[in-house]
C-alpha cells in the first residue's frame, strides 16, 4: 500500500496528484493500492478537491480531527505531503516514502513486486 497524507489546501499535494494518478493507473494492476488519506479540518473543502482530483471514494479517507489522531501521533506527520509503504503482512516499509514525481518511487515498487 503505498499511503498519501495530503489536504486541500495543501498546493504541494495537490501537485502532485497527476503523478500520483498515473502511477496508481500502472501499478494497481501490478497490486499496488494507493490511499489516500486527509488532514483536512473541513469535510466539504475535502469532498470537492478529491472530485476535482478526481481520487476515488473508495481510496480516500478523512481524519476528522486530525491533531487528534493517533495514526498522526505515531507516525509523527508533522507536514504534508507525505508519504508511506505499508506492506501485505501491515508492517510499514517505508515511514518517508518518495513523491509519486520521484523516479526513485518507480524502483522501489519493482523491487518490491519482486519479492
Known amino acids: 500500500n503505498y499511503?498519501?497524507?495530503?489536504?486541500?489546501w495543501c498546493a504541494p499535494c495537490r501537485a502532485e496528484m497527476p503523478a500520483s494518478k498515473r502511477l496508481h493507473a500502472e501499478y494497481k494492476p501490478k497490486g499496488i493500492r494507493f490511499?489516500?488519506?486527509s488532514t483536512d479540518q473541513n469535510p466539504a473543502a475535502w469532498e470537492k478537491a478529491s472530485?476535482?482530483?478526481?481520487?476515488?471514494?473508495m481510496d480516500s479517507y478523512l481524519i476528522p480531527n486530525p491533531e487528534k489522531s493517533e495514526l498522526i501521533r505515531q507516525f509523527?506527520?508533522?507536514?504534508i505531503p507525505r508519504y508511506m509503504i505499508i506492506g501485505k503482512?501491515?508492517?510499514?516499509?517505508?515511514?518517508?516514502a518518495p513523491r509519486p514525481s520521484d523516479p526513485k518511487l518507480r524502483v522501489m515498487f519493482d523491487e518490491l513486486l519482486k519479492k
Do not use: H, L, R, T
Open 76 to 79: 509523527k506527520i508533522n507536514a
Open 89 to 96: 503482512d501491515g508492517k510499514v516499509i517505508n515511514a518517508d
Open 3 to 8: 499511503i498519501d497524507f495530503w489536504a486541500s
Open 35 to 37: 490511499v489516500y488519506i
Open 51 to 57: 472530485k476535482q482530483i478526481g481520487i476515488s471514494d
